[in-house]
């Protein structure tokens, strides 16, 4: 009939009926609600709330931490209730009302996932480990032999070798005298960084280069790379000039 203006009676689950005979969203009634029910009051009960909350009161949507410790998600069930889905970083679900760490499930694994269910699948392992399946963490260095640090699963990518040695592709690790005969310690970019005693590191070229003599009386180190430049006399001497004579 023109003229009326038509009536709401009964809202979505997502949105309630207010005094004024509207339909407004769950979370205006009730922070991070999502779904609810007339309270016949012009409010709501709240049903179910955000992925990271549940409804620990009609009028309440609590964090899934404040029920189960560590639990990020979680899923309503039953009143005031609810069963954890998935946990913070670094801890796993092993059950709908336990978070864990993830080390306490495999060892020196750092972060993981769940798996089938409650199941665990380590996704990270302390440095200089790798999970090599899904519930185990190996040494970098049982599969790449020197392989300081790795990263992957299954088959890892070396990132750093041990001191004297370096990684050209991921796969292997070489020794850094295969960058110069007298190279110590080098980076993965096959620079030398610490030449053998009695070298200096070219800081151009970054290869090894032998040191000069030493030509200031009395002195006992010369600069690596300048051998008219005393750094330190011996002993009962004295420094001067520039560290030209002692």
């Known amino acids: 009939m023109a003229g009326i203006t038509p009536t709401c009676n009964n809202c979505s689950d997502t949105h309630y009926l207010t005094y004024s005979s509207t339909c407004a969203l769950c979370s205006v009634n009730v922070p991070n609600c999502v779904t609810c029910l007339q309270d016949g009051f012009g409010g709501a009960h709240c049903t179910s709330c955000a992925s990271t909350y549940y409804a620990s009161d009609d009028h309440l949507c609590s964090k899934c931490s404040s029920l189960v410790p560590n639990c990020d998600t979680c899923k309503q069930n039953g009143w005031?209730?609810?069963?954890?889905?998935?946990?913070?970083?670094t801890y796993v679900a092993?059950?709908?009302s336990?978070?864990?760490l993830c080390s306490s499930q495999v060892s020196r694994c750092v972060d993981c996932v769940?798996?089938?269910?409650?199941?665990?699948?380590?996704?990270?392992c302390d440095t200089g480990y790798y999970p090599s399946t899904n519930t185990n963490c190996a040494l970098c260095s049982s599969t790449i032999t020197h392989?300081?640090?790795?990263?992957?699963?299954?088959t890892p990518t070396?990132?750093?070798?041990?001191v004297t040695f370096y990684t050209p592709t991921g796969s292997s690790c070489l020794p850094c005298y295969h960058v110069d005969p007298n190279c110590y310690a080098c980076n993965n970019a096959q620079q030398c960084t610490t030449c053998n005693y009695g070298y200096y590191v070219n800081a151009t070229y970054h290869i090894c280069t032998l040191q000069p003599?030493?030509?200031?009386?009395?002195?006992?180190?010369?600069?690596t790379t300048d051998g008219t430049t005393c750094t330190v006399c011996n002993d009962f001497f004295t420094l001067t000039n520039a560290g030209k004579n002692c």
């Open 147 to 154: 392989c300081a640090s790795c990263s992957g699963s299954g």
């Open 98 to 100: 336990t978070c864990r």
């Open 213 to 223: 003599a030493c030509t200031v009386s009395n002195c006992k180190t010369c600069l």
């Open 80 to 89: 005031r209730a609810a069963t954890c889905l998935s946990c913070l970083p």
């Open 158 to 162: 070396c990132l750093t070798c041990d």
């Open 114 to 124: 769940q798996f089938n269910g409650y199941g665990t699948k380590c996704t990270s």
């Open 94 to 96: 092993t059950d709908g």
